[in-house]
């Protein structure tokens, strides 16, 4: 019986539901549908694949990056990974479970969203009121030093979720958060850039062994992808 998954799961259920689909399931020869485990700041891209999928039906697991892990430990089940930031990737190294080289899909930037338009000369100011990722996290470790120290102080509160960052900016709990700058997230509110050469971070996407596609689809899939993406071409969200 197909099943689809949202972002609107809670970690702990949907890491269930994939053991749980895992040990229940016989295995199949083969399966039209592919299941695409991705961190929370690459969800909207990975479901951008979806109508790149060849025919096929996507699904799209959210989770954290420890949960994707103990997922793949526990179901032996998936086709690929959609992630941001190197180090996610030595982490599915080490669990040899990656079948083809990681493919770059898009480089994301930093942003800074805000209640009303600031600088960022305006950061180190006491009493701003600042949201950002979680310590040690992707986009954290994505920041140069210098502004990373800088917004510390300020900082109130911490997310992994850039949507939750942007909505507390919208109801007045924070005066600016630093986010993704792809996709766009929040136009209607001042949005200030950060240059890519001084934050980015590759957004990219792994081939599983766990896989039950034939490596040939699954090379041509990554292919299809990685040429969308850098053409343009990915359908938004």
Known sequence: MPWRIT??????????????????QPEPAASSQVLVYCTPEAAPHARRLAPLAEGRELLVAPLPPGDI??????????????????????????????????????????????????????IPKSGLRL?????????????????REAVAPQVIHRSGSGDELVRLVRLGSLDGALVWDNPPPAPDLPTLPLPKTAASCPLQIVALTTSRLPAAEAKALLEVWRTAFAAGEAPAE
């Open 7 to 24: 972002a609107t799961w809670c970690s702990t259920s949907l890491l269930c539901l994939l053991l749980a689909v895992a040990c229940s």
């Open 69 to 122: 892990l103990a997922a793949l430990e526990g179901t032996k089940a998936g086709d690929f990974v959609v992630f941001a930031g190197a180090g996610f990737a030595e982490k599915l190294a080490s669990l040899q479970v990656v079948r083809l080289p990681a493919v770059n899909l898009h480089t994301l930037g930093v942003c800074l969203v805000s209640a009303k338009p600031l600088a960022w000369e305006d």
């Open 131 to 147: 949201g950002s990722g979680t310590v040690g996290g992707t986009l954290d470790a994505s920041l140069p030093a210098e502004l």
